[in-house]
């Protein structure tokens, strides 16, 4: 009931052992039914464990956690609304299908958030970019907002937050609360997000239920540091190379 995967779930074997594919039991009742996991492949922890490695090279932490991120953007995809849309075939022949119902807008949270940009504008070209400049106190770890600037529309558009971290869930709460006060619908937010973990699920869960949110792992909980444990470090500093 807790975690809904975003395509189907995989049989855990002895090399994806099922403590891997879940959030530890003691938080799963809290998470809601719009945490979509990925998957647990074996593919999928193999890249994690090339850039979950501390001695990765930057150029490897880079295309792998890219390769990640595209799984994560096509799996938000699957998340937004379709309608009808009939085409002809090359043999006049009628296939009934599917198109993208409503207009989307990507909106990453500066910085780190703009590492997920790329792979969301190879899958949606032309895809319109919103930004949200949120930065975490060094010390307190609070966030502040220091800049916004979005599509006009943006209240009648589906909304992919993209930030690759969800650890005490503070920046996201901040960002869910801007998109809110611009009066974008909790339903029309989902939020891509790499790696988070029980905590950072809950914050954004009780305060906003209707907000789904797509990660490719649910880590242990948060060190007093608020990392996340066993995590990734800080993935903007590994991405961009500032740490
Ligand atoms: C990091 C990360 C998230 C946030 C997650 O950003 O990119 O935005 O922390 O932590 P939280 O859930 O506890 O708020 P940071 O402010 O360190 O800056 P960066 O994006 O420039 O790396
Ligand atoms: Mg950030």
Known sequence: TALRPATTTTTPTAA???RQTEAPSAYQHRLGSGVHLLPQTDQLRALHTVVRDRDARREDFVF?????IRLLTEAALNLLPFEPYEVTTPVGRTYRGLRFADNLVGVPIVRAGESMEAEL??????????KVLIQRDRTTKQPRLYYTAFPEDIASRQVLLLD???ATGGTALAAIEVLRDLGVPEENIVFVTFITCPEGLAAVGDRYPGVRIVTSAIEEGLNENAFMMPGIGDFGDRYFGTD
């Open 164 to 166: 690759p971290m969800l």
């Open 16 to 18: 994806t052992p099922a």
């Open 64 to 68: 792998y956690a890219g390769r990640i």
């Open 121 to 130: 504008r190879a899958v949606v070209p032309g895809i319109r970019i919103g």
